[in-house]
């Protein structure tokens, strides 16, 4: 054997019957082994290391190439393989009601006391008009008669099917709930203001390049959201590796388990007035979170700390802003409401099609299933924290009235 070769492998044999004395004196020292190892050599590593996370300097070889990128992903939140999103939607049924609604049309519209007045049609048989700007109206009995339809509104009030729009399948419930505490932020993709029914995500942010990764998003999928930049005054979301998308186009959920001041129990529920957002917690921690529209200019949502203090299962909500009741609404059997502030509300919203964007006249509209969900885990006195982290909501108490629906 040649003495070269003899004296490298004498080297390494030594090396391998100390290297438990030099990692026990590493420990000691209070120092991470690699570290110390690190410290005990000389010679500065020329190889890369493995593909992997290295929460500090190996020693021993470079974190450079893969393992750089996995190090700049792992410092966003993202460990890869990306892990999906754990949550379960609610289940659809909650979204069920025992009556069917319809929207009242030729204002003021008659009502009948009878289904044989209704069929003769004549105004001046009409025993009441509804009257106002925004009138639904609830029935639970419907008659086809010689090819015409009316509609029982409540017993012996009937309208005719010329005045009543019906309103089919309610839009399905966006709620979804949480076994712990997500660790990274989410969000529902909103497609209403786009371009066209779905958005394309980049690689990079910036709404001039071209960077495009050829994933598409739908209406109402769900995304992790691990960071945000700003580039040219826009907005723009991390949800994954390398890939971006408007932070316009995605209402936003950060978990937050710490309780607002002021709130003195561990259940609370956070509505965020700029994401369009209603999260809620119990023994601190995330079980529920789904897409609102609350108030819209000049009829905000208050920001503010309230409490609930009424529950109904249905309720009818009426009213007016203008002097001249010009803006008159009434609305029947309003689901599943809970009131917290004034007149101001958390209900479902038989009427709307579309959550995600301030729409109301204060209150905090939800789908019928979502709402559902929300009244059955809300107590009397639960809190609810209203704001806007935007500040963009006036806080001034002289802008605000009594609120509506």
């Known amino acids: 054997m040649k003495p070269v070769l003899a004296l490298r492998i004498a080297l390494i044999f030594a090396i391998w019957m100390f290297q438990p004395a030099i990692l026990a004196q590493a420990t000691q020292s209070g120092l991470p082994p690699v570290a110390s190892l690190q410290q005990t050599s000389a010679r500065t590593p020329t190889a890369l290391c493995l593909p992997g996370i290295y929460l500090y300097e190996p020693g021993d070889c470079l974190p450079g190439g893969p393992s750089a ?3 700049r992903m792992a410092e966003r939140g993202i460990l890869l393989p990306l892990p999906p999103l754990a949550y379960t939607p609610i289940d659809p049924s909650l979204g069920e009601v025992n009556v069917r609604y319809g929207e009242v049309r030729n204002l003021p519209a008659p009502v009948y006391s009878s289904i044989e007045d209704a069929m003769r049609g004549s105004k001046k048989a009409a025993a009441q008009r509804l009257n106002g700007s925004f009138v639904f109206i609830s029935y639970a009995n419907e008659q086809v008669v010689d090819g015409k339809r009316f509609y029982e509104i409540a017993p012996g009030e009937w309208m005719t099917a010329n005045d009543v729009s019906r309103i089919g399948i309610l839009p399905r419930p966006q709620g979804i709930t949480f ?19 779905q958005i394309e995500t980049k690689r990079t942010p910036g709404s001039e390049n071209q960077d495009f990764t050829g994933r598409l998003l739908n209406l109402y999928d769900i995304v992790p959201v691990f960071g945000e930049q700003q580039v040219d005054g826009e907005n723009w979301y991390m949800i994954g590796p390398d890939e971006w998308a408007p932070a316009k186009y995605i209402a936003r ?14 259940r609370w529920i956070e509505i965020n007035l700029y994401e369009q957002t209603l999260a809620v917690y119990d023994q601190r921690q995330l079980v529920f979170a789904t897409i609102i529209a609350s108030g819209a200019e000049p009829f905000w949502t208050r920001p503010g700390l309230f409490q609930i203090y009424e529950k109904h299962e249905t309720t009818p909500m009426t009213g007016s802003f203008e002097a001249d009741r010009s803006d008159a609404y009434y609305l029947e059997d309003v689901p599943w409401t809970m009131y917290f502030d004034k007149a101001r509300a958390l209900h479902g919203a038989y009427w709307r099609a579309k959550m995600g964007f301030p729409q109301s006249h204060g209150c905090v509209n939800l789908t019928v299933g979502d709402a559902h969900w929300l009244y059955n885990w809300g107590q009397i006195g639960d809190w609810v924290y209203v704001w806007d982290p935007s500040g963009e909501t006036p806080t001034d108490e002289s802008l605000y009235s009594s609120g509506g629906y």
């Open 69 to 71: 990128y996995l190090n």
């Open 179 to 197: 076994s712990s505490t997500p660790t990274s932020a989410f969000g529902w993709v909103l497609t209403y203001f786009a371009q066209g029914p």
């Open 253 to 266: 959920v950060i978990p937050n388990t710490t309780p607002p001041k002021g709130v003195t129990s561990d």
